[in-house]
């Protein structure tokens, strides 16, 4: 993909001059629509080789736009914060809202690219990796996103030219590094390596754009208009009005396995104490090992409606150190939630280690309540069982126990707490209208609730299905089995 960077293209000064008002004003006036419009963000990423004019472009976006509404991070070394989260955590925290643009200078390529060329991993691993950014990139633009993708190249000989012209000039001298040096002795095996991923990564949806760096002129033109290209098929994508298919019920492996579950099952009064307190006192041990500074844990609550899982959440809280966990209570998004993809929201909440983060529902609502209701079209839920395996799959390698909890109670145990909790005065705001509509489509909630069982219980992240109809006997089985993968995690850290 290098080669038609690698020609030695130039742009006359006179040219130049005649080129740039008109396409400022271009890209000011795409800018503001984008804003005004609010449907996409413009996600723009930055790399490439040492003295290619990174920062200078990344300098001259903020200088042509209006800076106000473009959000720029670089990505040095992970901070001790980030460290201690999945990799992705701290780009998913720079996501630009819809209608701003962000600027990733150094983005989810550097650190692959970095390993693969120190060779402290393999060309098999970072094809993995790179897999796995494609997914990413792919579900960011499926939820509307604009990823215009930034590759800055230079010849070896230009990028020799370049280090030496700034470590010339005093004003420019700090720019060069011993690293820079480094890395042109290694400009072979680098240029090999971002061949690749360039070649792997480079799809209709999230293309890569090879900037020739030599000459500023050409560089500046070409990234210019290649945004105000990007924008304005944004804005004609973000016209066409979205169609919400009726939720439709697709047929899986395991159809209504939730009734193979024996709701009979019960707990004695006497039992439950002692169990509860056998279980909540291992919890707090468990939290309390020293092993537990190496793990996060995420437990994650769903079921039916007055199926227990207040009561649940507490019975686990009261076992853990106030200072230790957090509870995230999931309902209907905020505009600013709106204005990010869809996983924004619960990767914001994501713990970092020796932390527990209970989500009273979780991101499994787009495949629930979202598509029962026909909040998404069918499209955004269809998908996101693989973004939900995939985004599991990060947390799980970055040593965080995922527990996922379905509580499943009967249409006539519900009605029968529906009831106690319209008679009851301090239970009287746990029933809404929306609880007995929701009632009327339970038959639609079980197809999705087997249909989200079937294909987002995998062996890393499996649902641990919970007859709750007995709350003692919930209540318990729940402790034991967060007890148990805490264990489990704890005996395989060491």
Not at 107 to 112: A, F, I, M, N
Not at 305 to 333: C, F, M
Not at 478 to 484: A, D, F, K, P, W
Request: glycine share 6%.
């Amino acid at each position: 993909m290098f080669e038609s960077a690698e020609l030695g293209h130039r742009i006359e000064k006179s040219r130049y001059e005649d080129q740039v008002p008109a396409l400022r004003s271009a890209l000011l006036e795409a800018q503001f629509e984008m804003l005004r419009a609010a449907r996409f963000p413009l996600i723009i990423l930055i790399g490439g080789m040492d003295g290619a004019g990174k920062g200078e472009t990344v300098n001259l976006l903020s200088e042509w736009m209006d800076p106000r509404h473009i959000l720029t991070h670089a990505f040095g070394e992970p901070s001790d914060e980030e460290r201690e989260r999945p990799p992705m955590w701290r780009f998913w925290r720079a996501l630009p809202p819809k209608g701003k643009i962000g600027i990733l200078f150094g983005s989810w390529y550097s650190d692959p690219l970095a390993a693969r060329a120190a060779g402290e991993s393999k060309t098999e691993g970072l094809d993995q990796e790179l897999e796995e950014i494609v997914r990413l990139e792919k579900m960011l633009t499926d939820e509307g996103a604009v990823l215009v993708k930034f590759w800055f190249h230079l010849s070896k000989a230009s990028q020799k030219q370049r280090l030496e012209s700034l470590e010339a000039d005093p004003e420019t001298r700090w720019r060069v590094s011993d690293t820079d040096w480094r890395h042109y002795k290694s400009y072979e095996k680098f240029h090999d390596i971002a061949q690749r991923t360039l070649r792997l990564t480079s799809a209709v949806n999230a293309p890569w754009v090879v900037v020739e760096g030599a000459d500023f002129r050409y560089r500046n033109i070409t990234v210019g208009t290649a945004l105000v290209g990007a924008i304005k098929r944004g804005l004609e994508q973000c016209a066409v009005p979205e169609v919400v298919a009726p939720a439709a019920r697709v047929p899986v492996d395991n159809l209504l396995l939730i009734h193979s579950l024996d709701l009979s099952q019960k707990i004695g009064k006497k039992a439950y104490v002692n169990q509860l307190a056998k279980y909540q006192g291992k919890l707090n041990r468990l939290s309390r090992d020293p092993r537990f500074a190496k793990i996060s844990v995420i437990a994650a609550f769903e079921g039916f409606d007055a199926a227990g899982k207040g009561g649940a959440i507490r019975r686990v809280s009261e076992a853990l150190d106030a200072r230790a966990y957090q509870i995230i209570p999931v309902g209907v998004p905020t505009d600013e939630e709106r204005a990010q993809p869809y996983l924004w929201r619960f990767w914001r909440h994501i713990p970092r280690a020796g932390r527990v983060t209970i989500f009273d529902r979780s991101w499994y609502g787009r495949v629930l309540v979202e598509r029962v209701e026909k909040l998404c079209p069918t499209g955004d839920w269809a998908r996101a069982y693989t973004e939900i395996n995939d985004f599991e799959a990060q947390l799980v390698r970055n040593n965080t126990v995922l527990v996922k909890f379905w509580l499943s109670i009967s249409q006539d145990e519900q009605l029968k707490r529906f009831r106690e909790r319209e008679a009851t005065g301090f239970k009287n705001f746990k029933i809404t209208p929306d609880d007995w509509r929701n009632r009327e489509k339970w038959n639609d909630y079980e197809f999705a609730v087997c249909d989200m069982v079937d294909r987002t219980s995998t062996e890393i992240a499996p649902w641990t299905l919970v007859e709750a109809e007995d709350k003692y006997f919930g209540r318990i089985k729940i402790l034991r089995s967060l007890v148990n993968r805490i264990e489990e995690a704890l005996d395989h850290v060491g």
